[in-house]
């Protein structure tokens, strides 16, 4: 929690990276993946107990490049949408 009480920003985002990279090295097939781009917009605050999850779409896919974009969500109220480029390895 940041000093708001509200879950912190660079965890949000450290989240929707994560999730992000997984979907890549799935839908590519590979071992592993690099972030080549990650933008994340604020959109509502997290809350002490909230249940956060990933909700990630492919958007494009290349052979060595996977775009996607996430909704980062507790419940039905979204925290934060991301969208990024991740390189195949």
């Known amino acids: 929690m940041n000093g708001s009480g509200s879950l ?3 965890v949000v985002r450290s989240f ?8 890549s090295r799935l839908i590519g097939g590979a071992p592993g993946c690099s972030t080549v781009s990650l933008t994340c917009d604020f959109v509502g605050p997290g809350k002490l107990g909230d249940v956060v999850e990933a909700r990630v779409r492919v958007t494009r896919q290349t052979r060595t490049l996977v775009f996607l974009s996430a909704d ?6 979204v925290l934060a949408m991301a969208t990024g ?3 195949i390895a």
């Not at 929707?16 to 979907?23: E, F, G, K, R, T």
């Open 8 to 10: 912190h920003g660079g």
């Open 72 to 77: 980062i969500v507790a419940g039905e109220r």
């Open 16 to 23: 929707a990276d994560i999730a992000m990279s997984q979907v």
């Open 85 to 87: 480029l991740w390189k």
